[in-house]
């Protein structure tokens, strides 16, 4: 009976101190060790534990740096802490659902005997102790041996980190050996100096630690620290950390704003609106008048103004605050933005990080919009490269050519039906799409084109036919709506290098397919017979048929040839856009700016078209990202003036191969 | 005699051949030059940098009485200074009556303003019939051009140009692929009207030169290798290899 | 106009044409009580005819002139959107100001304004006017821009492309590139014209609210088939004389053309510039009749859509334009308006109103192909061989 009197006792003491252990942990000597006496000395805290008080025994226990006291929380926490009535022991239990129950000393696990279930009390921590619990047992998770339970303790400190966290972290460092662990406790340490160290030369130094740090966490740990408030007073008070002071009528603060804060701050009368005026006179309309003026008349702001302004003077309405009064009162106050954060130091060193940061992430982001520039060019130029080839050779538009592409892909569609494994179809997918595009393009060039050789604005108008009957055709065979056509596993994700620069797969590939055709070409164009004639055809076709060159097998394989990279650019584009019948009329007009802007008949004219438009399209998107549309815009725009200066291109032929 | 075109060290290059090398040329009014050379000898280069259409990359190509340079103007601002070119292959609205290609030709405003406006005059439509009867069209006035012969289209080409009132008359390979008439025609033509103006053939024909009877200009790789009459210049070393080979 | 009539047999035929026409429809409209004919019929009949005027300048500058724009339906459309400002904001003040006259006080100029603006922009979130609105009040602005606009957009492009010596498929294409710029612009919802919205409502006339839609496609149709009327005459002049030997020449041989003297790049400006004032001015009228205008009608393949009707009617004559847009036209509005029988193939039944466009796509390579002439070379076979 003495024995819990003496307890409680103790334990009203040990509070005390406690608490002021709190306060100044490390000027606390070790207590007594022997995990059972210090949760005697604790008793009543143990058995009725509350959120609020459970952490004077958590520090008492922490402080003893008694082995058992990890275990010991975690079985408390999961509600396996028991204490037997007679005694108030507190003991764990072989097995809950026995009976007698067999009992096991907290500290060695040594059996104690047997009771009744009724002689035991399970302890049960509400969620508010698992909590506290919980993190008391980070710090020892944070040292434990399995480098698992270190990761998952430092993401819950992560996730919501805490003062007191910061030199467990710390300890940590001192022994972790795992780079991986090594490297996220450092950055934790870090993000929480900057958040919670009491010195300030510390936390500065954290964060200008994080200079040229371009992750996004990096800047999420510091613009907190730039938040501001934008306060009014009538003089700049003298301590605050005051990040700028705003001139009312300046376009970081509007005149009206300005007002309306002083308003809000009641340091000047309202305004009233023109909409308030009215609704003031509305309500003091007498017998078809307000103020003595007729209602009829008052069909003007000035005529408002006066019956208002009468209103007032007969004390019926508040008066309106004039132009030069709201003056003199914005006048008689600054405006200023105030740092929450009141160190002037830390504020200081974060605004300079982040801007240094930012210029990093600004480099690092023109290396990505190149990097897309360089994808959209490659795209650009699988579109439009069949397309210069025939316009080249045979000097006829193809307005076909986008349905090519959209035949390519839907190609790629229909193999996919076929062929589910994704890897093979794409790979049955490209040369079957070459085929078909290529026998699709030798037979329009039979039946059509070379018949109008000599009217080439007609053929532009007679494959506009086939054009849109194709489109009809497929919109009537595959339906409207975007069917899918999927790339494998292997070409989904990107390649991440940072948090500010990465690239695809799928554009990856698209750019290695894009070299492989320019090469492909210049081979073709520059090794072969074919492309010995396919020149000569391009430069002087009479010379050439003079020669022996048969130009009607040159231009039907040239066409084929053509059609067939749309094609294949088809199964490319498709892999990324949306299957539909439009999907040509989407690239078509680029297609056309690719070549008119590189300059015909020459691979690199349209390796140069496509570079440039690709880049000046991201480009243009990059200045201004929300609006594609725009973008698109400017861009016509600029090609339609490049053809100003060099009306035949980037790459143009010269001399008499030019012609009149 | 003064010279009513003088071109002095001029020089073109496309793509890194030289195509026009140093050339000078002076040509007085009235006067009948031929101009001969081999392919590629820069004859119809000449041509278009007198006329415009090609920027040489050097030198001075000045014009009559004021020497106006030349190399500022557009093709349209040269032919009305009083240069009038035929080309090599015959060149006449196919889709328009004989009449109405010599009326388009015929020396007046050319506007488009002035010319939506404008009616033909009596006069004009003299004028016409004198052009036509001039190069043996009278018979084809109301004749589509498209139709004619290719020696009618020549003359026709011919007698546009001499609608035009020319200073300076270009005159690429007229005789080819006509017959020895025809030839015999275009010769008169061109003979008669060197009397009052400048006209300079390019002609591949000597036979034709011949019959033109007048000083030639021997152009070789772009510069001149030649001048004087033409048994002058037949009989001079370096003319012979550049014609015969070595 | 005499000498006219006499070199041009087919200018006093259309005119006489386009009068029967007019009286024809006009008797058997509704507007006259007949009502053989349906309103939204005879406004058909009346969009037609402002089509054929934007055919006739198309056939100007490309059947003529050499040029194939692919932008003039643009210029067509820009017309429409210029004219519509004027409908809309005159028709909503009249709307606005009508149900705020039951408010306790009379409006102020300010706050009709806003209202005004509110009810257009709204759909777009603007409440105020943007600046290119602003002479939309006054319907003299308005129809001096259904001019200008055209006239001063196809002037700086027109200019800028033939002074560099732009030509042939070319042109073309940077034509159509400027017609596609010009379209996503206005698709933009921030740009004024209120996005893909467009303009709506535009067959209610503001100050004519009495008269019935019946009677006001009559008039209308009277007003189009005068602007045909005009334009025919005036395309027929211009090509009569000198000037139409000069641009035909350009279209033929542009280089003989310029070593003649003439400055060839004025001619096309001319020429580019003048179609696209007559395709303004068509698309003024066509608007009010359709009632509703949006970026989608000046697409490029609207414009292609032009020439497709030139190529079919067959250029250089002018009565081919008109021919082409008729009727081109006119079987379209049939074919997909649903009233063509469907065929019946057993396995398959063919639908018009899909399989229009693809019979429409091949019949234009069949044309291209086999009747370089269009259908105008039919009539002049026929012609030349009834005097005989």
């Known amino acids: 009976m003495i024995r819990p009197i003496l307890a409680t006792l103790v334990a009203v003491f040990l509070c005390a101190t406690a608490a002021a252990a709190q306060t100044a942990p490390a000027a606390e000597p070790a207590a007594e060790s022997g995990l059972q006496s210090i949760l005697q000395e604790h008793h009543d805290l143990v058995e009725r534990a509350s959120r609020q008080t459970v952490q004077t025994v958590l520090d008492a226990l922490i402080d003893s740096e008694d082995e058992a006291v990890p275990a010991f929380l975690e079985r408390w926490q999961a509600r396996e802490l028991y204490m037997r009535n007679a005694d108030g022991l507190f003991v764990y239990v072989q097995n809950d659902r026995a009976d007698p129950l067999v009992l096991l000393d907290i500290e060695t696990g040594a059996e104690l005997g047997t009771a009744g279930s009724r002689d035991l009390t399970a302890l049960r921590p509400n969620r508010g102790v698992q909590t506290v619990i919980g993190a008391a047992l980070v710090q020892f998770q944070l040292l434990a041996d399995d480098p698992a339970t270190r990761a998952t303790a430092l993401q819950a400190i992560e996730r919501a980190p805490e003062p007191g966290q910061l030199h467990m972290i710390g300890r940590m460092l001192d022994e972790e050996t795992d780079p991986a662990l090594r490297d996220q406790a450092e950055w934790l340490l870090t993000r929480m100096t900057i958040a919670f160290a009491e010195d300030e030369a510390q936390r500065v130094a954290a964060i200008e630690s994080l200079a040229g740090d371009v992750r996004v966490q990096a800047r999420a740990a510091l613009n907190p620290l730039l938040l501001t408030d934008r306060r009014v007073a009538e003089a700049l008070p003298r301590d605050a950390n005051i990040a700028r002071v705003l001139e009312p009528g300046s376009a970081a603060l509007p005149r009206a704003d300005a007002y309306a804060m002083l308003v809000a701050a009641g340091l000047a009368p309202q305004e009233v609106t023109a909409q308030m005026r009215r609704d003031a006179l509305i309500a003091n309309i007498t017998n078809g008048t307000v103020a003595g003026i007729q209602v009829h008349q008052l069909g003007t702001e000035a005529a408002r103004a006066r019956a208002y302004a009468a209103l007032a003077a007969a004390g019926a309405v508040p008066p309106a605050p004039t132009e030069a009064e709201q003056t003199a009162a914005l006048a008689a106050h600054v405006f200023y933005d105030e740092y929450r954060e009141p160190s002037t130091a830390v504020t200081a060193a974060a605004a300079e990080t982040v801007a240094a940061i930012n210029t990093h992430v600004g480099l690092l982001e023109a290396i990505d919009l190149s990097l897309d520039g360089i994808s959209l060019a490659s795209i650009y130029f699988l579109a439009a490269i069949g397309l210069a080839i025939t316009f080249g050779v045979m000097g006829v538009i193809n307005m076909a050519h986008g349905e090519f592409i959209m035949m390519g892909a839907y190609t790629g569609y229909v193999v996919q039906l076929f062929i589910p494994d994704y890897t093979v179809s794409i790979l049955v997918a490209l040369p079957l799409a070459f085929a078909v595009t290529f026998g699709a393009g030798v037979a329009m060039e039979r039946l059509v084109i070379r018949w109008l050789y000599s009217r080439p604005l007609e053929t532009l108008l007679a494959t506009f036919g086939i054009s849109i009957a194709l489109q009809q055709i497929v919109r009537q065979v595959f339906g409207a709506q975007a069917r899918p056509f999927t790339a494998p596993d292997w070409l989904s994700g990107s390649l991440v290098f940072n948090d500010v620069v990465a690239i695809s797969y799928i554009r990856i590939a698209i750019f290695g397919l894009g070299v492989l055709f320019f090469v492909l070409l210049w081979l073709i164009l520059n090794k072969t017979r074919l492309g010995l004639e396919v020149r000569a055809v391009t430069q002087n076709p009479s010379m050439a048929s003079s020669m022996g060159i048969n130009p009607d097998r040159i231009n039907m394989l040239t066409f084929g040839l053509g059609s067939g990279i749309a094609g294949i650019a088809g199964v490319a584009i498709g892999l990324f856009a949306q299957v539909t019948p439009e999907l040509g009329t989407h690239y078509i007009v680029q297609s056309f700016m690719t070549v008119v802007v590189g300059g015909v008949g020459n691979i690199f004219g349209t390796l140069a078209g496509a570079t440039l438009i690709g880049f000046l399209q991201k480009g243009i998107e990059w200045l201004n990202p929300s609006n594609t549309l725009a973008a698109q815009t400017y861009m016509i725009l600029f090609v339609i003036l490049f053809i100003q200066f060099r009306p035949r291109g980037i790459v143009a032929l010269k001399g008499r191969a030019a012609g009149a | 005699m003064r010279s009513l075109l003088e071109v002095s060290g001029v020089s073109v290059t496309f793509d890194g051949f030289r195509a026009i090398n140093n050339l000078s040329f002076q040509i007085g009014e009235p006067e009948l030059r031929a101009v001969i050379g081999p392919n590629g000898a820069g004859k119809t280069t000449f041509m278009d940098i007198v006329t415009g259409k090609t920027r040489p990359d050097e030198g001075k190509v000045l014009w009559g009485e004021t020497s106006v340079s030349l190399l500022g103007m557009s093709e349209a601002q040269i032919a009305r200074a009083g240069i009038g070119r035929k080309f090599q292959r015959p060149t006449v609205f196919e889709d328009q009556t004989v009449a109405d290609n010599l009326m388009v030709a015929l020396k007046k405003d050319r506007g488009p303003f002035q010319v939506l406006f404008f009616r033909p005059s009596p006069a004009d439509h003299a004028r016409v019939e004198d052009l036509a009867a001039e190069i043996g069209l009278s018979a084809h006035l109301q004749t589509q051009a498209g139709i004619l012969s290719h020696g009618q289209k020549q003359w026709l080409e011919i007698g546009m140009l001499l609608a035009q009132e020319p200073r300076l008359l270009l005159v690429d390979e007229p005789a080819a692929g006509m017959s020895q008439p025809e030839r015999d025609h275009t010769t008169e033509l061109l003979k008669e009207a060197a009397k009052t103006r400048a006209v300079v053939v390019v002609e591949h024909d000597m036979d034709f030169v011949r019959k033109l009877d007048c000083k030639v200009t021997v152009l070789h790789e772009g510069s001149v290798l030649a001048e004087g009459s033409l048994d002058h210049v037949t009989s001079n070393q370096q003319v012979i290899d550049v014609y015969l080979g070595r | ?388």
């Open chain 3, 1 to 388: 106009m005499i000498a006219l009539f006499r070199q041009n047999r087919s200018v006093p035929v259309m005119l006489a044409v386009l009068v029967i026409f007019a009286a024809f429809v006009t008797l058997l409209s509704e507007g006259a009580g007949t009502g053989a004919l349906s309103t939204s019929l005879v406004k058909t009949l009346g969009m037609t005819t402002c089509l054929a005027i934007v055919a006739l300048a198309m056939d100007m500058v490309w059947g003529y002139a050499g040029i194939l724009s692919l932008g003039h339906m643009a210029f067509f459309a820009l017309g429409g959107y210029m004219i519509g400002m004027w409908l809309m904001v005159a028709r909503t003040e009249g709307v606005i100001a009508a149900s705020l006259a039951q408010a306790p006080l009379p409006p102020t100029p300010q706050e009709l304004t806003d209202a005004v603006a509110v009810q257009i922009f709204g759909v777009v979130g603007g409440n105020s006017f943007p600046w290119m609105w602003a002479f939309s009040h006054s319907l003299i602005a308005q129809l001096l821009l259904v001019v200008l606009v055209p006239g001063l957009l196809a002037l700086v492009f027109g200019w800028l492309a033939f002074r560099s010596r732009v030509t042939g498929v070319y042109l073309s294409i940077l034509t159509q590139a400027m017609t596609l710029a010009l379209s996503l612009y206005l698709f933009q919802n921030d740009t004024g014209l209120r996005g893909n919205n467009g303009l709506s409502g535009l067959q209610n006339i503001p100050g004519a609210e009495s008269v019935p839609q019946s009677l006001m496609s009559v008039w209308f149709l009277w007003a189009s088939v005068a602007a045909l009327a005009l334009a025919y005459v005036f395309a027929a002049w211009v090509m009569a004389g000198k000037f139409g030997n000069v641009t035909r020449g350009i279209r033929d041989d542009e280089a003989r053309v310029r070593f003649l003297g003439y400055p060839v790049e004025g001619y096309k400006l001319f020429v580019f510039t003048g179609t696209a004032i007559m395709a303004g001015i068509a698309g003024a009228l066509y608007y009010p009749q359709a009632g509703i205008i949006n970026p989608d009608e000046m697409a490029p393949i609207a414009s292609i859509y032009l020439a497709v009707w030139v190529a079919i009617g067959g250029r250089g004559r002018l009565y081919g334009a008109v021919i082409g847009a008729v009727v081109v036209s006119l079987l379209s509005t049939w074919f997909t308006g649903g009233r063509a029988p469907d065929i019946n193939l057993g396995f398959y039944t063919i639908q018009w109103v899909d399989w229009w466009t693809v019979l429409l796509g091949l019949g234009f390579v069949l044309v291209t192909l086999f009747a370089p002439k269009g259908l105008g070379g039919l009539i002049d076979l026929l012609a030349r061989r009834t005097p005989q």
